[in-house]
């Protein structure tokens, strides 16, 4: 196997991040329909919900296109089988161990390709039948883990036999270059699909994206065990600082209720929760997903010649 678009189908070895409340039907018929992957994120969304967004993408697109399955969702299980009566295409997984359902979905005929942070977890999938692993390095936004899309890829990569396809980090094709010799065999990218035409969050969100610079997000969780990367604001600040006093878990969580969708609908930039990745700093413009998948893989292979390393 070249790369993962043989795998999936598709004209570029691009997965578009699952991303909680943002990855709607829209997002992801607009990158399935550029030649990518699109996913339609859980979330915390109920079965139901996940149901309707597929059938709207299905109208929107002919093309391959998936489900992250967000797995501390309390309705995980649910959407689980859900997504085996709706035949969908690929499922990804996030935020724990999908060992659990991984017997049903490939008996369905799905293709699965779970996250994972370290070589631990990759290894137990692959034993479990994944069809490839996303590696998410902590550079990226949301929920992530300890190590770096640098140093885990190539680890994993050394680790198991099916493909692995990098995350965190990769926003323009310098990004995919690295990821390859690395030896993945594609991307996912997340933060640079928030700045596209398509994306469907409030401008405000979209604005702070691109006006962020490389030291402008902060992890938020680490002392309750749920680390997530978002964009420093006054409510990542209040969190830190309620954190280093020794809030509780439950002080700490009324406080990011409702904080993405925040962000996401209202543009409450303030108060809201602006997930993003480290590399939000190179994102400096609002275009089409198309024309961001475009320039991803432009000229990659005069890119990768012109590189004059010894
Ligand atoms: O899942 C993500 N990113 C996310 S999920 C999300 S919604 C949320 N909001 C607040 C708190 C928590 C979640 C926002 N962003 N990325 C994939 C990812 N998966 N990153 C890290 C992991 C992961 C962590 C532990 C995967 C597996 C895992 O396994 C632990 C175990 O059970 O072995």
């Known amino acids: 196997m070249r790369n993962i678009a043989e795998l999936l189908n598709i004209k570029y070895p691009l997965i578009q ?30 079965a139901e919900t996940i149901r309707a967004e597929i059938r709207k993408c299905r109208e929107l697109t002919d093309k391959p296109f998936g489900v992250n399955i967000m797995l501390m969702s309390p309705h995980a299980k649910d959407i689980a089988q859900m997504v085996i009566e709706e035949k969908v295409h690929v499922v990804t997984t996030g935020a724990g161990n999908p060992g659990p359902f991984m017997e049903a979905w490939k008996k369905a005929g799905i293709i699965v390709i779970p996250v994972v942070p370290s070589v631990a977890l990759a290894r137990r999938v692959e034993r479990n039948g994944a069809d490839a692993v996303i590696v ?27 493909p692995v396809i990098a995350a965190g980090g990769i926003a323009d094709r310098r990004g995919v270059l690295a990821a390859f010799a690395l030896g993945a065999k594609g991307v996912q990218v997340g933060t640079v699909m928030l700045a596209s035409e398509e994306c469907p969050i409030h401008e405000n969100y979209k604005r702070k994206i691109i006006e962020a610079g490389d030291t402008d997000t902060v992890v938020t969780g680490r002392t309750t065990g749920a680390p997530v990367r978002v964009l420093k604001n ?3 600040r209040i969190y830190l600082d309620m954190a280093a006093k020794g809030a509780t878990f439950e002080e700490l969580e009324r406080l990011t209720i409702g904080s993405l969708k925040g962000a996401v609908f209202e543009g409450d930039v303030d108060n809201g929760s602006l997930m993003a990745g480290q590399i939000a700093g190179l994102v400096k413009e609002i275009r089409p997903v198309k024309k961001i998948i475009e320039d991803l893989f432009d000229d990659i292979e005069n890119f990768k010649n012109s590189l004059q390393i010894l």
């Not at 997002?27 to 992957?37: D, E, F």
């Open 17 to 46: 991040g699952g991303m909680a409340h943002i990855a709607t039907h829209k997002l992801a018929s607009a990158v399935s329909n550029a030649g990518g992957l699109g996913l339609i994120a859980s979330g915390a969304n109920d």
């Open 234 to 236: 006054k409510m990542a």
């Open 136 to 162: 998410e390095g902590t550079e990226a936004g949301g929920h992530i883990g300890e190590l770096t899309t640098m140093v885990l890829v190539p680890q994993v990569v050394d680790a198991v036999k099916i």
